[in-house]
């Protein structure tokens, strides 16, 4: 059974760089061909997919926040993390990090999510 936990600071100032991290157990983060990604939910708003990184690696952004977005790995822990740069009180939301099936598959394990409050 595959298990995400987010962790990370629940709440971050404006223009200030939010810092996630998703700690994976009960499979790699490197196994072919999974895909690790985050979304995030805002309060009363739908979910918003903002990228994934590979089991090799391999990094895709949505268009909106590629600008701002940076998914990296740590394989020795069997973690990934997400970075969102100058972020202002609308990136405030519930992040969720999650296994995707393939770059381009469904979600099939998601973690609990974790509240991050933009806020000065």
């Known amino acids: 059974q595959v298990q995400l936990q987010e962790s990370g600071p629940g709440l971050v100032k404006p223009s200030q760089t939010l810092s996630l991290t998703c700690t994976v157990s009960g499979g790699s983060i490197t196994t072919s061909y999974y895909a690790w990604s985050w979304i995030r939910q805002p309060p009363g708003k739908g979910l918003e997919w903002m990228g994934v990184i590979s089991y090799d690696g391999s990094t895709y952004y949505s268009p909106s926040l590629k600008s701002r977005t940076s998914i990296s790995r740590d394989t020795s822990k069997n973690q990934f993390s997400l970075q969102l740069s100058s972020v202002t009180p609308e990136d405030t939301a519930v992040y969720y990090c999650?296994?995707?099936?393939?770059?381009?598959?469904?979600?099939?394990?998601w973690g609990k999510g974790t509240l991050v409050t933009v806020s000065s």
């Open positions: 999650a296994r995707q099936r393939g770059v381009n598959k469904a979600m099939d394990y």
